[in-house]
């Protein structure tokens, strides 16, 4: 199983695990994967796929968070290949809140259009918000805690996960960012220090691997304690030895 710009595309031997292939989309352009309907708010996810967990009854919630462009169906391949590493949570891959403006197709967390250096950390920041309410309500929901939490995201999707790192009220007990970047401008809360691992790959053209220590550093002075993985040859997308680093990571995360 691969992930090419924002989008899962499963490798023919996984095809039968009920993942679909879907075409590709980069963070600043590119073919996004299939529409769902939009939301009647942009606080509430327009598609939600939940994943039960193996063994019921679920004590912890991993959150999938996609890439621009993509959707909750082209994403959901990722949550079944972390799912055995983690058999006691229910994972729930969403639709970006925000249907993507690049294109008829495709949801986005927040718009890419004149993205800049100055103005991406406060996009991320109005994402954060957006998705830390509704994974509070879906917790509530659960009547689990908010240190059962897992976060995983992929590229912009990763962007969001690293704000949720370091700004929940209760911190997550892991985060996973895929092929991401730190953009944040904003003090951080205090809690317990967060796992985070972040996985990147060195031929990345979407998102430089340069910004990998940037961000190493900001997250560790912020409370995290950080976990790179850096492929050589790894363009823009995810891998099945990333997924494996991914569940084991989680796995020993556990509450």
Not at 161 to 189: K, Y
Not at 207 to 222: C, D
């Amino acid at each position: 199983m691969i992930v090419r710009g924002h989008v899962v595309l499963v490798a023919l031997a996984l095809v039968a695990s009920g993942c679909t292939p879907r075409p590709a989309a980069t963070e600043e352009r590119g073919d996004a994967a299939k529409a769902l309907a939009a939301p009647s708010s942009p606080t509430l996810a327009s598609k939600v796929i939940p994943l039960a967990p193996a063994e019921a009854p679920a004590t912890c919630l991993v959150v999938l968070l996609h890439g621009v462009g993509a959707d909750a169906e082209s994403f959901q391949g990722i949550g079944r290949a972390l799912a055995g590493d983690v058999p006691r949570c229910e994972m729930l891959v969403p639709d970006g809140f925000h249907p993507f403006d690049r294109a008829e197709t495709g949801r986005q967390w927040y718009s890419m259009a004149g993205v800049t250096e100055a103005n991406r950390a406060p996009r991320v920041r109005e994402a954060g918000i957006e998705v830390s309410g509704w994974i509070d309500s879906e917790l509530a929901r659960r009547k689990l805690s908010g240190d059962r939490l897992a976060v995983v995201g992929f590229s912009q999707g990763a962007m969001v996960a690293s704000w949720l790192a370091v700004h929940r009220g209760v911190r997550p007990f892991a985060v996973v960012m895929l092929s991401g970047r730190v953009s944040d401008d904003e003090a951080p809360t205090k809690g317990a220090p967060v796992p985070v691992l972040v996985a990147h790959g060195d031929a990345d053209a979407v998102v430089p691997v340069s910004v990998v220590e940037p961000g190493e550093r900001v997250l560790t002075a912020w409370g995290a304690r950080v976990t790179t993985r850096v492929y050589p040859g790894l363009a823009h997308r995810v891998t099945p030895e990333e997924l494996r680093e991914a569940g084991a990571f989680l796995k020993r995360a556990l509450p």
